[in-house]
């Protein structure tokens, strides 16, 4: 069993920023791809971003030119870097790690922008 531990979630004002970690009990090396994802109440979960293992990022139209995910291989760490957060951000944001048919999921983090 993989654990998921997301990280790094808080209330911030509009405009600005957080990052947040997923540290996973296993090497990430071992996952095919690795991702957030992020769900609003009332909405369906969605995808926010995704890296591979060959480091090829995918983003969701609403997040690009301001999230950046990215791997910290050492640390079996993978990271969401959000910037000029809007209030339409707010959700709990959701790590995945991908391995063939197997996904693990974290418990959640909440993320919170104030207008």
């Known amino acids: 069993q993989v654990q998921v531990v997301e990280s790094g979630g808080g209330l911030v004002q509009a405009g600005g920023s957080l990052r947040l970690s997923c540290a996973a009990s296993k090497s990430i090396f071992s996952f095919n791809a690795m991702g957030w994802y992020r769900q609003a109440p009332g909405k369906q979960r969605e995808l926010v971003a995704t890296?591979?293992?060959?480091?090829?990022?995918n983003y969701a139209d609403s997040v690009k030119g301001r999230f950046t995910i990215s791997r910290g291989d050492a640390k079996n760490t993978v990271y969401l870097e959000m910037n000029s957060l809007q209030p339409g951000d707010t959700a709990v944001y959701y790590c995945?790690?991908?391995?063939?048919?197997?996904?693990?999921w974290g418990q959640g983090i909440q993320v919170t922008v104030s207008s």
């Open positions: 890296i591979g293992s060959d480091g090829t990022t």
């Open positions: 995945n790690l991908g391995r063939g048919l197997i996904a693990y």
